[in-house]
């Protein structure tokens, strides 16, 4: 990857696509004020975005920022009543303006290197430019589905590292550096109805998983699992639409992974290709949302649960059960007019 040098282009760019009000973090600048500030210089005013780039670029090239721009705020937000368990909360984190202006235009430059590069696995929904995200991923499922029942085919199918992996692929290596840095520093605090539950000098620290709410943090997730994408696509397994054509081993939307397969044990080198890289980068499979789907000459087959090769059990679908994938509710087909 080139070297990057920030221009007050990159800065008016990242600034113009940010939403006006969106909550901002600690320092309470939203992007509105960033899009008219202005600053005097040499008896002129001049737009803020000359001094954001100087102040970007010696960050940068220092591979250092300070701890107020990777602190964040992870707003609590119930996903049903039970308010005593803490795994049915959905935590929103807002970061700050400037951490996500300078993030925004480091994606914007990663990006530009993957997709001059072909990096990024095309079974990847999420994030990628011109693609149509969940319905192109739905879409793709549906066509599945429809062709095994119609031909009365067999398929198995199944739903489902950081700073290596931006080696792997050759970002810049100051790049590397600025963002190992400021991962190190990443925290957040915690707030629920509107109060503030951690201590401003008991900030907790982010030792795994990816910071959120900024503008690189989901290509760089993706980028995270697409060794996992080349991986299978390598193993030779799969499903084929037609004779002679290409197999589709699975679909990404981000980290909701969906395998296929013609026959079980297929799957269940290609679920074991999944598991032996999850525990690799110590990222745990959410296994209590997993299911799997077998189908033989075009109906539902009844089936036990699977048992990997790690201690995980995967629950197997009957033809009255249905799994949301997506926000779908589906089985071997999805009704087409809940999907459209």
């Keep these: 990857m080139d070297p990057v040098l920030i221009t007050p282009d990159d800065v008016a760019e990242a600034v113009r696509r940010a939403p006006n009000w969106k909550r901002p973090g600690f320092h ?13 210089s040499l008896r002129m005013y001049l737009p803020s975005h000359a001094v954001l780039t100087q102040q970007f670029q010696e960050a940068l090239d220092q591979k250092s920022l300070r701890s ?36 925004s235009i480091m994606s914007a430059r990663i990006t530009r290197h993957l997709n001059s590069n072909q990096v ?9 430019g011109g693609g149509r995200g969940t319905k192109e991923t739905l879409l793709i499922d549906a066509v599945i589905g429809k062709v095994v029942k119609r031909n009365r085919w067999n398929l198995s199918a199944a739903y489902t590292w950081l700073k290596r992996v931006l080696e792997l692929y050759k970002v810049n290596c100051t790049v590397q550096d600025f963002l190992g840095q400021c991962m190190g520093q990443w925290s957040t605090i915690l707030c629920h109805l509107g109060e503030q539950m951690t201590a401003a000098e008991n900030y907790i620290r982010i030792r795994r998983d990816m910071f959120q709410g900024d503008c690189l943090s989901p290509i760089w997730f993706c980028l ?3 060794p996992l994408s080349t991986l299978l696509e390598s193993s030779g397994r799969g499903f084929q639409l037609r004779k002679g054509g290409t197999k589709k081993t699975h679909l990404f939307y981000m980290d909701d992974l969906e395998l296929f397969a013609s026959s079980r044990i297929h799957l269940m080198q290609l679920l074991n ?29 009844k089936s ?18 249905t799994y949301r994938y997506l926000g779908m509710s589906q089985n071997i087909v999805i009704d087409e007019v809940d999907m459209r």
Excluded at 72 to 101: A, F, H, M, W
Excluded at 304 to 321: H, V
């Design 273 to 301: 290709i999944t598991c032996d890289f999850s525990n690799s980068i110590r990222m745990e499979l959410g296994t209590d949302k997993c299911t799997v789907l077998h189908v033989e000459r075009g109906r539902v087959a």
């Design 224 to 226: 995270s699992l697409n």
């Design 304 to 321: 036990e649960g699977i048992d990997l090769s790690m201690p995980i059990n995967i629950k197997t679908l009957s033809e009255a059960e």
């Design 28 to 40: 309470g600048l939203h992007h509105y004020w960033l899009k008219g500030f202005v600053v005097p």
């Design 68 to 103: 107020l721009f990777t602190t964040g705020i992870s707003y609590l937000v119930p996903k049903d009543r039970d308010s005593r368990d803490p795994s049915k909360y959905r935590p929103i984190t807002c970061l700050p303006t400037i951490y996500k202006t300078l993030t």
């Design 120 to 128: 990024t696995s095309r079974a990847q929904n999420g994030c990628r």
